[in-house]
């Protein structure tokens, strides 16, 4: 399916690894019997949400990347949270100093080339599924990986619904090269 070029719709995250994606499926599958469940592929821990965006910015977006310098760090999913009308989502339930730091910088450049980005305080969660209920008495085992990239991802409406496409990817400080 061919997308109109014009504006992309592009945010900032921390992608999760296959086998840890398919792990919180498992357990997300066990644990919540009702609501859209989000596809594992789909999983990630978004640093800074740009909405429409023209798609003459993309490459001073992927300049703007490059120029992050954070450290690698372990991000541990260990809570359970409802977010607006519906979402049920993994966070840390004490984030890294780092994952603030690095989202505070993409924030702080981005606002410098002019992208107004979403007033609230960074909240880091990974989504498990819209129109859903929290199940009480629900306690998450831990979830983690080591965050060593971020991404800029284009979010697709396909047929088989929205799908994220990554466009570029930058290191994180300590993280070894993949080769």
Same mark, same amino acid.
């Given at each position: 399916?061919?997308? #109109?070029a014009?504006?992309?719709?592009?945010f900032?995250?921390?992608?999760c690894?296959?086998e840890?994606?398919?792990?919180i499926?498992?357990?997300?599958?066990?644990?919540l /019997?009702?609501?859209r469940?989000?596809? /594992?592929?789909?999983? #990630?821990l978004?640093?800074?949400?740009?909405?429409?965006?023209?798609?003459?910015?993309?490459?001073?977006?992927? #300049?703007?990347?490059?120029?992050?310098e954070?450290p690698?760090?372990?991000?541990?999913?260990?809570?359970l949270i409802a977010?607006?009308?519906?979402?049920?989502?993994?966070?840390?339930?004490?984030?890294?100093?780092?994952?603030?730091?690095l989202?505070t910088?993409?924030?702080?450049a981005l606002?410098?080339?002019?992208i107004?980005?979403?007033?609230?305080?960074?909240?880091p969660h990974?989504t498990?599924?819209?129109?859903?209920?929290?199940?009480? #008495?629900?306690t /998450?085992?831990?979830f983690s990986?080591?965050?060593?990239?971020?991404?800029?991802?284009?979010?697709?409406?396909t047929?088989?619904?929205?799908r994220?496409?990554?466009?570029?990817?930058?290191p994180?400080?300590?993280?070894e090269?993949?080769?």
């Amino acid at each position: 399916m061919q997308a #109109h070029a014009d504006t992309l719709r592009l945010f900032f995250a921390l992608p999760c690894p296959p086998e840890q994606a398919a792990a919180i499926a498992q357990w997300r599958d066990g644990q919540l /019997p009702s609501g859209r469940k989000v596809v /594992p592929e789909n999983f #990630h821990l978004t640093l800074a949400f740009l909405g429409a965006q023209p798609a003459t910015r993309l490459e001073a977006l992927k #300049h703007l990347a490059a120029a992050i310098e954070a450290p690698s760090f372990e991000l541990k999913l260990d809570g359970l949270i409802a977010l607006g009308k519906g979402f049920v989502c993994l966070r840390p339930q004490s984030p890294p100093a780092a994952l603030l730091q690095l989202a505070t910088s993409l924030g702080q450049a981005l606002g410098a080339q002019g992208i107004v980005l979403d007033s609230r305080p960074f909240l880091p969660h990974l989504t498990l599924a819209r129109q859903a209920e929290l199940p009480p #008495h629900c306690t /998450p085992p831990t979830f983690s990986w080591a965050a060593d990239r971020f991404v800029l991802y284009l979010s697709e409406n396909t047929r088989d619904g929205v799908r994220y496409r990554e466009l570029g990817s930058w290191p994180l400080a300590g993280a070894e090269a993949a080769g």
